[in-house]
Each structure stands twice: as C-alpha cells, then as structure tokens.
C-alpha cells in the first residue's frame, strides 16, 4: 500500500501546488493528513515518525531490563510506568504515521529488515541500577530538548502527538534525576556508580541530536518544511548549557576536560561526540544492535498468532455482512 501511494503521489508534483504548498507552511498553517502535500514532505515525515515510534519502543528494552530488579518496591512502580509511557508513546506516533498512508506492520517491517532506523542510544547497555537514573535524566532529557519544539510542527497529528508525550517525558526526566539525586548523596560506592553512569551515558546523549549541521543530510529541507524547528547543533548546545549545572549540583564531573561557560556568551564550550562511533552505531555495530533487533524480531514473530486471529476474524466478520446484504 505505502509503494503504491509513493509511486501515485509522485506523479501530482506541480510547481504551483508546491509554491501554495510552501506559502501555507510560512504562514504556520498546520498540514492535515487529506491535505496535498510534496512526495519529499511525506517521505521525510514518515521517516522521521516511524523512527521516532521504533525508538520509543526500543527504548523499553535496557530499561524493561531494571524492572525486576529495582531496589525497592516504589522505584519498580516508578519504572513500571515509565516504560508503559514509552509504549504509549510508541502507539501514538505509528498512528500519526499511519495517517500518511503506511500501515503499522510496514513501520515494522521497516525497522525488523534495516530500512528504517532508531535512535542510537538504545544500542547501549545499562549496566547497574544508577544507568536508569542516566537514562532519565540525559536520554530523556535529550528527547525532551528534541521533542518539546515538535509540539509547533508543521504536520497536525505528529504535533498534536507530542503534546502528552512532552508532558510524560518531564516526568522521566525527574524520576532519573531523582535517581542521580539519591545515588550522589548515598554511599562512596553509590556516588561512584552515578559518576560512572554519567561517563558512560554523557557522549552517546549528545549524539541524540544527529550529526552536526554541516553533516546532517536532511535538515535543511526539515526545517524549511517546519517538520524540523531548531538545527541538530542548536539543541545540542541547549542541551549541554541546561544540563551541566545540574550535574554541578549533583556533585558529579561532567566527562569533558575541555567544558568551560564562556562568560561572554552564556554557553559553554564542550567537546564533540566521536562521531565515528555514531555512525558505526548506525550500520548495527554498537554494543547492543544485534540484540535489540533479535528483541524486536522474536517480539514480532512471537505475536504472529494474535494478528493472524484478528485478520480471520475481520475477514469472518466482513463475510457475514455481505452474505446478510
């Protein structure tokens, strides 16, 4: 069904409608999904949709990981939740994509076959019960920083869907610094395991953002659409510039020998990623890219009995009202 619409769509690019097309985006008017819209506009949303779906998904495997071994009664409660937020999350945005023309199962098989990607810090282990706080603190604090423009996006239903998922996704971001609160202020060897979280935790959150503007293939189009609102390296530097007195606060070292607050500007100075590694992560070479995937693959031929039913049912139900007309 997507290929069929792609190939349709594709043949109703005309000069003025993408003239009109653009002016409405300008004017900040909200694309709906039986609007006309370019074949690049809906290509480049379900990209970026279906991607950050299969990452919310993803990311309940290194935390679904903690959960049954959470200190105390409450924080599995607390972790319980969260990663029920990050399927919500996931069940919000393939029906924003689905609106673009390209069924859930294709979404899936996208990601099961590697034509479509997720975010690159879900490749990484968590190791000990103070990476849950990381992972709230930083990888949700990095999506928040990500998400929270969406909210102005130029597509309705993906714009309308970040709402609640910003609003659930502060909650994450406390529920880890809470983590990191209590883990800096415990033992020596609870503070050591918190700083070692960080270390580990702290150049992978900022790879997040993507590669920096002059590498990033697609944003300069994204944000001409709207699809995007802020470059890779405006929100990295956000990120950096709201996130290090909080880790002052902690009493923990961001792992930057080269991190300074410029008086003059207000920002800090800081090293990049190695980038290398991003990209290496991205060809399925991180530490944990075999195993998500071989997650995702046992997950979806696991409930390949509940969607047969369901199909069998639909199609008993559909043969039944024709055979009463």
């Known amino acids: 069904m997507y290929a069929q619409m792609i190939k349709s769509e594709a043949s ?38 279906g991607q950050h779906a299969h990452s919310e998904i993803v990311g309940q495997l290194p935390e ?21 937020d990050e399927a919500g999350h996931g069940l919000y945005l393939y029906c924003a994509a689905e609106t673009l023309g390209v069924t859930r199962d294709e979404l899936t098989e996208m990601l099961l076959d590697g034509r479509m990607k997720y975010s690159s810090i879900f490749n990484y282990p968590t190791l000990t019960w103070a990476d849950m706080g990381a992972v709230g603190w930083l990888v949700d604090g990095a999506a928040i920083m990500n998400q929270v423009p969406l909210q102005r996006t130029s597509f309705g239903p993906y714009s ?27 033992t020596p060897a609870q503070k050591k395991m918190a700083q070692d979280a960080l270390n580990r935790f702290w150049y992978p959150s900022l790879m997040m953002f993507g590669p920096s503007d002059k590498e990033s293939v697609h944003s300069e189009q994204s944000m001409a659409w709207k699809i995007k609102m802020n470059t890779n390296d405006e929100l990295r530097q956000k990120f950096v510039d709201q996130t290090v007195p909080q880790a002052h606060y902690l009493g923990l070292t961001v792992p930057d020998e080269h991190l300074k607050l410029d008086e003059e ?61």
Not at 64 to 84: F, M, S
Not at 171 to 183: A, L, S, V
Not at 278 to 300: H, I, M, Q, S, T
Request: proline share 4%; hydrophobic share 40%.
């Open 12 to 49: 109703r690019e005309d000069p003025e409608k993408l003239a009109a097309f653009q002016a409405r985006i300008d004017a900040g008017d909200k694309i709906e999904p039986k609007d006309w819209m370019p074949l690049g506009y809906r290509k480049t949303l379900i990209r970026q949709i």
């Open 64 to 84: 679904g990981n903690w959960i049954t071994r959470a200190p105390t009664l409450e924080r599995k409660a607390i972790l319980l939740a969260k990663v029920q």
């Open 160 to 186: 309308r869907a970040m709402i609640r998922i910003c609003k659930e996704e502060s909650f994450h971001q406390r529920q880890g610094y809470d983590i990191m609160m209590k883990m800096a202020a415990g």
């Open 265 to 325: 500007t207000g920002h800090y100075a800081f090293s990049q990623p190695d980038w290398s590694e991003f990209f290496d992560v991205l060809k399925g070479n991180g530490p944990c890219n075999r195993e998500r995937l071989a997650a995702r693959n046992k997950a979806w031929d696991d409930g390949k009995w509940v969607r047969d039913g369901l199909l069998a049912h639909a199609d008993k139900k559909a043969a039944r009202k024709v055979a009463a007309e």
